[in-house]
Each structure stands twice: as C-alpha cells, then as structure tokens.
T-cell receptor, first 111, second 113 residues
Framework: DQQVKQNSPSLSVQEGRISILNCDYTNSMFDYFLWYKKYPAEGPTFLISISSIKDKNEDGRFTVFLNKSAKHLSLHIVPSQPGDSAVYFCAANDNFNKFYFGSGTKLNVKP | DSGVTQTPKHLITATGQRVTLRCSPRSGDLSVYWYQQSLDQGLQFLIQYYNGEERAKGNILERFSAQQFPDLHSELNLSSLELGDSALYFC????????????FGPGTRLTVL
C-alpha cells in the first residue's frame, strides 16, 4: 500500500522556468515531509523539509507547499537550472518514526 | 560526500546465498536507517536503529536482519537470497532519529543471479 505517491514519473521544463513536482499522501498522521534529490549512482541528498504545522517553507530557489486538507505537497524550483536535472523523491514521517518515500519524479531541465 | 559510507559498492551472488552489507554513519549520528530500492521503485524503508537499539521496522522480510554495533556502524544481513532481492540498498544516518534530516550513503547494488 503506497502511502506516498508521486504520480508523474517524469517532468521536462525549460531552463529558467518553474518546475513543479507534486506528491500526494494518504496517512493523516504524517507530520513531517521532506524532499530529496538523487543523481545517478549516488544516494539521495536532502533538499528541503516542512512540518505539518506550516504550509510553506522556502530555501533559495526551492519552496515546498503543504496542503493538509488535500493531503498534497509540492516542490517549486524557480528558476530551474540544468543542474537540477535529477530524480526527486518526496518522503513523509509518521509518529512511529517510519519514513515513507514516493517512487520519484525524474526532472529534466533543458538548456 | 554525505559522510555515510557503505561497503561493498557492488555485490553479485547466487540464489540461496547470504550476504552482509555494511554501513558507517556520519560522525556523531546515532541513528541508522536501511532502505531498499528496486528497479524503478521508490525507496522502501526496512528498519531503523538508534544507538544500538531497534527503533522502527518497515517492510523488512524475515530473511533479512540488521544490527547496530557499539561503534554505531550497522550491518544488514540478507539470507536465502532470491532473484527479487536484487536492488540498491541504501543506508542513511541522522543525528537523533526523530524527524531529523537523513544523510544517505552511496548505496550497495546487490545482484542475485
């Protein structure tokens, strides 16, 4: 049972434009959400997180939005750069300290 | 470089065999997590240890076991291997094991033939 879903396996955007990656979850007990970026042949690296008490968190070009009523979060990258091309995973943490990851979205930023 | 090391980088073995994957966390981190990533799948959480004790268990098969040693390194043991166990196995560490940022190692690619 997939509790965290990333329904878009891939996304292609032009350099300089906005990239929006989406993530849906089913468990209302999730209280902490994270985005990770993964390059080929490397482990995921942490990008940005958000607590369930917030609806937005910003770090430079990266902003995560959380809509608890819709059980939806999104990652906005503005402006997108070719170096942002990677697989992006969203993850959620529950009260029992378990982490649930989505299947990832492969972002391709075209120069 | 995340500071988390995993050995070996690649492992090729046969069905029915047993292997051990090793992980050294970042200096100072007390918590270690193990994940499995099969082809084109997301990361599946297997198990978490905090300061030597098991803290959380995910979708870990009974044929798999793990432990964290006093020096905080961890080992994941996979036995009676099946073809479907072929995957990338990631270890991650965090400072305290709560909703902390996890730092991932480069992974061990296991191929079962």
């Amino acid at each position: 049972d997939q509790q965290v879903k990333q329904n878009s396996p891939s996304l292609s955007v032009q350099e300089g434009r906005i990239s929006i990656l989406n993530c849906d979850y089913t468990n209302s007990m999730f209280d902490y959400f994270l985005w990770y970026k993964k390059y080929p042949a490397e482990g995921p690296t942490f990008l940005i997180s958000i607590s369930s008490i917030k609806d937005k968190n910003e770090d430079g070009r990266f902003t995560v939005f959380l809509n608890k009523s819709a059980k939806h979060l999104s990652l906005h990258i503005v402006p997108s750069q070719p170096g942002d091309s990677a697989v992006y995973f969203c993850a959620a943490n529950d009260n029992f300290n378990k982490f649930y990851f989505g299947s990832g979205t492969k972002l391709n930023v075209k120069p | 470089d995340s500071g988390v090391t995993q050995t070996p980088k690649h492992l090729i073995t046969a069905t029915g065999q047993r292997v051990t994957l090793r992980c050294s966390p970042r200096s100072g981190d007390l918590s270690v997590y193990w994940y499995q990533q099969s082809l084109d799948q997301g990361l599946q959480f297997l198990i978490q240890y905090y300061n030597g004790e098991e803290r959380a268990k995910g979708n870990i098969l009974e044929r798999f076991s793990a432990q964290q040693f006093p020096d905080l390194h961890s080992e994941l043991n996979l036995s009676s291997l099946e073809l479907g166990d072929s995957a990338l196995y990631f270890c991650a560490s965090s400072a305290s094991g709560g909703a902390d940022t996890q730092y991932f190692g480069p992974g061990t690619r296991l191929t079962v033939l």
